[in-house]
């Protein structure tokens, strides 16, 4: 049923009438005090770098997540390559990734000389199906990153149980999954490890940043020696027993960031809640597909609100559908337009800068153009994404943000 009443007589904003929002929203990054407070307290004690603050943040944060080890660095991209090496993958192994992500899940895959293989995505949940992973197992695949998309969890279940079998790594990238549980374990305790960015639009920032968090002690003190130079626990300062990089985060990063943790779970409950109302505003207008409810994900962290939108019914395209959103006031996107494989730097791999990946799974040499996930393609050309920063907003305002999707969709044949 669409509830349009209040807008009834109005003509779309797009063409002239009345938005529904007028909503200034939560500017981001947010601050008060509390990183205020922070930051001069590191400035002042001259301890700027590795010290007591990074410990601290570390330790709250990979409890935050139930985890009992957490190794931070510069930033998430960071924290998967420092991953895949501390889980042993080597040149010329595999990993399967899905296509619905941000580059950095594949490209640090690229980065450790290893060669990413694509598997589609689910229809209802945008991450990785386990079915389509199944079907892409070589011999010399080593490990397997599932992506928790917008906070969603990928199916953990299924996938430790593929990588039981075959022996595989499981790194989840949790880069948007802070404070995500899964049957009542954090996100990047459900694999062997997981990474998370702490990026200027995710929900908890320092502008940069970056932690990998495990319950592996020994995985832990291998990611720390790589991000610190190659230095071995205990080790003395000039002996460099790893091949390592200097991945380390300042003091002021984990000031801010541990300001910032302290607001994380209250506004993650909150976002949690406007999302819950968009669901029910949402779940019967035609035309709009919502992801599938997961009874396992028992708290979720959204980083952005996720529909589909089925342009059949509509009449319309997503990318014109989101004009007439934007119109509204709502500040919608069409967040990852195509699958990373459809990128340059894979597309062009026998001559571009990731000149020399290749394959067995491909024949001779990686043929990226010849990769076609197609649930992924069809999602990257109807998802609409509202960012996290609008789901603070009061209860009020969301069935606003609702009541301009059900706007749009009630009037769609106007948008030719
Ligand atoms: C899914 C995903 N993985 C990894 C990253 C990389 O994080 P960073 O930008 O901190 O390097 C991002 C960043 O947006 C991301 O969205």
Not at 100 to 121: L, N
Not at 153 to 175: F, G, P, T, Y
Request: hydrophobic share 40%; charged share 20%; net charge positive.
């Amino acid at each position: 049923m669409i509830k349009d009443s209040a807008n009834k007589q109005s003509k779309l904003a797009i063409n002239g009438g009345k938005p529904v929002c007028t909503t200034k929203w939560l500017a981001w990054p947010t601050f008060d005090n509390a990183e205020r407070k922070q930051l001069l307290g590191v400035l002042e004690s001259g301890e700027w770098w590795y010290g007591g603050k990074v410990r601290q943040f570390e330790a709250k944060f990979a409890a935050f997540q139930t985890a009992r080890f957490g190794v931070s660095c510069t930033n998430g991209t960071a924290a998967i390559e420092m991953g895949l090496r501390g889980l042993g993958v080597l040149p010329g192994d595999e990993v399967i990734v899905p296509p619905y992500t941000f580059i950095a899940t594949a490209a640090a895959v690229v980065t450790v000389g290893a060669i990413p293989i694509f598997a589609d995505i689910l229809p209802g949940t945008l991450c990785i199906d386990p079915d389509d992973v199944e079907r892409k197992l070589t011999p010399r695949t080593k490990a397997i990153i599932p992506v928790h998309v917008g906070g969603y969890v990928a199916d953990m279940d299924r996938l430790n149980k593929i990588a039981r079998k075959h022996k595989l790594r499981v790194l989840e990238d949790a880069a948007h999954s802070w404070g995500t549980q899964w049957q009542g374990w954090g996100t990047g305790t459900l694999g062997r490890c997981g990474t998370f960015s702490f990026q200027v639009t995710k929900n908890i920032t320092a502008g940069e940043g970056g932690i990998l968090v495990t319950n592996d002690e020994a995985l832990a003190d291998l990611c720390r020696s790589y991000s610190h130079c190659g230095r071995r626990k205990g080790s003395a300062w000039y002996d460099h027993d790893y091949l390592g990089s200097n991945l380390r985060m300042t003091e002021f990063q984990a000031a801010v960031l541990l300001a910032q943790l302290g607001r994380l779970e209250k506004q993650t409950l909150k976002r949690q809640a406007s999302a819950q109302i968009l669901d029910r505003e949402l779940q019967d207008v035609p035309g709009i597909r919502l992801l599938t409810p997961e009874p396992r994900m028992n708290r979720r962290s959204y980083h952005m609100y996720i529909f589909r939108i089925e342009e059949q019914t509509l009449g319309v395209s997503r990318d014109r559908f989101l004009e007439a959103l934007v119109a509204e006031g709502v500040p919608a996107s069409k967040g990852w337009y195509q699958p990373l494989y459809g990128n340059g730097v894979f597309r062009n791999a026998n001559q571009g800068p990731a000149n020399g990946i290749s394959a067995p799974f491909f024949g001779r040499g990686v043929d990226y153009t010849k990769v076609h996930c197609p649930v992924c393609e069809q999602v990257c050309r109807d998802a609409v994404w509202i960012p996290q920063n609008v789901l603070l907003a009061d209860k009020n305002t969301i069935r606003l943000v609702a009541q301009a999707i059900q706007k749009v969709v009630a009037r769609a044949g106007q948008l030719h």
